[in-house]
């Protein structure tokens, strides 16, 4: 069954510009690129990708669009943009010109004010998203879901996808908390869910597959297969798996499911949420 990766980066490395990048990440402080994924795309079966900023930047969003416009296997980027601007709607349309673009993501998980997301500016700036048919990538630590949770309240007819399942300390094994707060969420029905970034939330290079287990065991008891959909986190995830290993993570558990069930999280919720032109038969060989 092939795969669509809903979730990964691209960088050519900058220490200014990528200071999040510390010297606990030292496997992250280089290029990478399409040439240096697609090979890796190819070993695996995953036919294309979701290409997802990593920084606050319309001059990144810009490259990631080149970068798509260059690589017919991208088939989307999920862009940043400044939604609190005054000339957003201005911008927006101006970025929608290039039909790559299927969304937005801003670094919430950053931001010190954990009620960041619900600030009425911002909030004006989603509401504006659905006029150009663009999804939300929402990006929270469990601490910031109970503002996650007013904003998909808030803003109904915005199509949100939660990324890394918002960051639960797997580490710890701490569940009942972000448990409630993804139970809540989920219950608003505009909002999907990716299974991803879950190896750097886990204990970096010790994690055993068994872990994730009750974490991803909540997530399909929430969201159901309609709503779920798989990303790599490529190459973030390499702080602490290679791609094979984050595959077979999400393969291990989702092999007791149906085949329509399996292609759904592998690809066509994908296909559906970001609105991509392609359909699942599309995307076969």
């Given amino acids: 069954m092939q795969i669509l990766d809903a979730h990964q980066h691209f960088w050519r490395y900058d220490r200014v510009l990528y200071p999040w990048i510390d010297e606990k990440m030292s496997v992250l402080k280089g290029d990478f690129l399409p040439q240096n994924l697609k090979p890796l795309y190819d070993k695996s079966g995953i036919i294309g990708s979701i290409a997802v900023q990593a920084r606050q930047s319309l001059e990144e969003t810009h490259y990631l669009l080149k970068l798509a416009s260059a690589n017919d296997w991208i088939k989307g980027v999920v862009g ?13 349309h101006n970025l929608t010109h290039n039909h790559a ?60 996808v939660i990324d890394h399942l918002a960051k639960p300390d797997i580490r710890s094994g701490k569940i009942a908390s972000w448990q409630q707060s993804i139970r809540e969420i989920a219950s608003c029905h505009n909002v999907f869910c990716k299974l991803s970034g879950m190896v750097t939330e886990a204990r970096l290079r010790q994690w055993h597959p068994d872990d994730f287990k009750p974490y991803m065991d909540t997530i399909f008891e929430s ?11 490529w190459p973030v995830c390499l702080l602490s798996a290679s791609l094979d290993d984050v595959i077979n993570i999400v393969h291990g558990y989702v092999k007791q499911l149906g085949d329509e069930d399996r292609r759904l999280i592998w690809y066509d919720n994908a296909v559906q949420f970001y609105r991509l032109k392609e359909t699942s038969e599309n995307f076969r060989e």
Avoid at 223 to 233: A, K, L, N, Q, V
């Fill in 80 to 92: 940043w943009v400044d939604l609190k601007s005054s000339q957003l709607e201005d911008q927006l």
């Fill in 101 to 160: 673009l299927c969304g937005i993501r801003h670094l919430i998980q950053d931001e010190p004010d954990p009620d960041f997301a619900i600030r009425p500016q911002f909030v004006r700036g989603i509401s504006l998203l659905s006029k150009f048919n663009l999804t939300y990538d929402i990006l929270v630590r469990p601490h910031q879901m109970h503002a996650a949770l007013e904003l998909v309240r808030l803003c109904p007819e915005q199509a949100f």
């Fill in 223 to 233: 969201f159901g297969p309609s709503r779920i959909m798989f990303g790599t986190d």
